[in-house]
């Protein structure tokens, strides 16, 4: 489906799945806005697949709001979100701390979660799109958590 005018926001679109869905976007002739925390990869990576950067950081909200302000001044128009940007931090459970899962669900849930929010503000005006991938991911992590304290007996 041609994409033609339309106008995408891919946090997190400097690598891995958010940068290969910002590209496809790209192709299809859609305006993407990639964002994530590392300016010199933001550059290139832009570059590399003709989309626009901007510099935001998920887990704080007056960069969310830039990012929102950015965007329809610069465009007049938001058509989806793709709420991608996440970090992973895996280690044996009895390791975890209150400090790394707080880590993890600011970029992972909050940052989605204030993301959505944010664009719901527009979107509420005409029907969009918001696709989170970390809620899968939130899913999978917990299923897998499940697993692993089952075969430690710890369920
Ligand atoms: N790969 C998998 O197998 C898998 C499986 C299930 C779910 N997921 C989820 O799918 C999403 C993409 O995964 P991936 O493997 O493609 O990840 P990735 O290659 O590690 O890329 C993560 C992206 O998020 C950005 N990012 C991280 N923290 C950020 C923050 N606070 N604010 C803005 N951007 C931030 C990174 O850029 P900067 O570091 O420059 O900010 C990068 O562009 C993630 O949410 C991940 O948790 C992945």
Redesign the pocket.
Known sequence: MPLIDSVYIV??????????IARELVINFATVI?????KT??KS?AKEINAIYYH?????DVQINSLFNYTLRKFGRLDGII??????DWCPVEEVTRKRLQNVF???VY?AAMMTARAAVHFKKQKKVILS??L??LQ??VMQTELFMQRQNLL
């Not at 990639?34 to 590392?38: C, H, K, M, P």
Request: a negative charge; charged letters at 25%; zero cysteines.
């Open positions: 946090t997190g679109g400097t690598s891995g799945i958010g940068k290969e990639i964002t994530g925390r590392d990869k933001l990576v935001a950081d998920v887990t704080d709420n991608n940007a996440g970090i992973g600011d970029v992972n940052g991938i970390l899968l991911q999978q992590k």
